[in-house]
């Protein structure tokens, strides 16, 4: 079945400490965005690539990174720089980024992080 | 600013009843609008998508609108079931050169048998 992985579902992290949150996608689509949820809030862009070796700041990028060096896998980290990273962390993807393509967006099962 | 928004921030229905959930977006350049819903802990499903050029899409017991002169969208849900009870997120797709996406908080949505 085609879809989006995420893993870990649960993570625990001790400050001071760098974690990676890891995204697969077999939907074999170009974009892939990372989203980030607080309770009673709506999502927030992290960072979002549009293809291999390309990714760019979405609103709340600091304090994280991200590569793309395969089309299917979009890893997140967050470092020890981002200063609330306890929330829920949630990948998507679409056909494309410009307005024309983009389709639906589909996302992962998502990652909660929880700073010790 | 683009902004969207979801009214109210939770519903409690009884078995049966169709209901409306609302969605308002402060600006016009739309280019398409998205419904998910949302079961606790879990990731987004994708219900209905609307396009700029189109007016509303159904998916079964759901019927989504989208009216850009008056920058809302509504989420019509017939014969509500207790399984349908989860949060439900809209999300405006705005031109900017790319799939900018900006999401409601979300109506937290409880069918009650």
């Known amino acids: 079945d085609g879809g989006i992985t995420q893993s870990p579902k649960y993570l625990f992290r001790k400050e001071g400490q760098n974690v990676t949150l890891s995204c697969e996608q077999n939907l074999n689509h170009d974009a892939m965005y990372w989203y980030r949820q607080d309770p009673g809030q709506g999502l927030r862009l992290i960072y979002y690539s549009q293809i291999v070796n390309d990714f760019q700041k979405g609103d709340i990028a600091e304090g994280y990174s991200v590569s793309r060096e395969k089309k299917e896998s979009f890893p997140l980290t967050v470092t020890s720089a981002q200063k609330n990273p306890t929330a829920f962390y949630l990948c998507?993807?679409?056909?494309?980024?410009?307005?024309?393509?983009?389709?639906?967006?589909?996302f992962g099962e998502g990652s909660r992080l929880t700073v010790l | 600013k683009q902004e969207v928004t979801q009214i109210p921030a939770a519903l409690s229905v009884p078995e049966g009843e169709n209901l409306v959930l609302n969605c308002s977006f402060t600006d016009s350049a739309i280019y398409n609008l998205q419904w998910f819903r949302q079961d606790p802990g879990k990731g987004l499903t994708s219900l209905l998508l609307?396009?700029?050029?189109?007016r509303e899409q159904t998916s079964g017991r759901l019927n989504a609108s989208l009216d850009k002169s008056s920058g809302r969208s509504t989420l019509y849900i017939a014969a509500s079931q207790p399984g349908d009870s989860a949060t439900y997120l809209c999300?405006?797709?705005?031109?900017?050169?790319?799939?900018?996406?900006?999401f409601g908080a979300g109506t937290r949505l409880a069918v009650h048998p």
């Open positions: 998507a993807s679409s056909i494309g980024l410009r307005e024309v393509n983009t389709g639906e967006l589909f």
């Open positions: 609307i396009q700029s050029s189109q």
């Open positions: 999300a405006g797709g705005f031109s900017g050169g790319y799939n900018k996406l900006i």
